[in-house]
């Protein structure tokens, strides 16, 4: 009886971390890759050589609802910040490599370069994006 117990809780454990695994393996993915889709990052640039910061999130994520607030109040500030819901458009979260929500990604020059995955406070947020 042993071994069916040990069998049944590793395949648990791998049912439940290889999705897990798989998001944050997929985001890192996209780091240095270029920007799939450069016409939704044109209009809110102010030069080509500024930074854009994305945030992929979903109305139906806890975590989401936490971040969103605080994401929205940095969009008001800083107008080179995209929020977009991965539910009205999941073609364009899946050419971004997004499979999980909350997705912080960081783009200059048309290229991915920082990508942060799950929930963060407001001290992380504004750290990633001062980075």
Do not use: W
Request: proline share 5%.
């Amino acid at each position: 009886m042993d071994n069916i117990g040990l069998i049944v809780v590793t395949l648990l454990a791998v049912m439940f971390v290889t999705p897990f695994l798989y998001m944050h393996i997929s985001a890192r993915r996209a780091v240095g890759k270029a920007v799939p889709i450069a016409d939704l990052f044109t209009a809110s640039q102010e030069s080509p050589d500024s930074i854009i910061y994305t945030y992929f999130m979903s109305k139906n994520c806890s975590m989401c609802e936490s971040m969103t607030p605080i994401i929205e109040k940095l969009k008001s500030e800083n107008s080179n910040v995209i929020i977009i819901d991965i539910n009205q458009d999941p073609a364009l979260a899946k050419k971004f490599h997004v499979y999980g929500t909350p997705t912080l990604m960081t783009i200059h020059a048309g290229i991915i370069k920082k990508v942060k995955l799950g929930q963060l406070s407001r001290k992380n947020i504004e750290k990633f994006m001062s980075d």
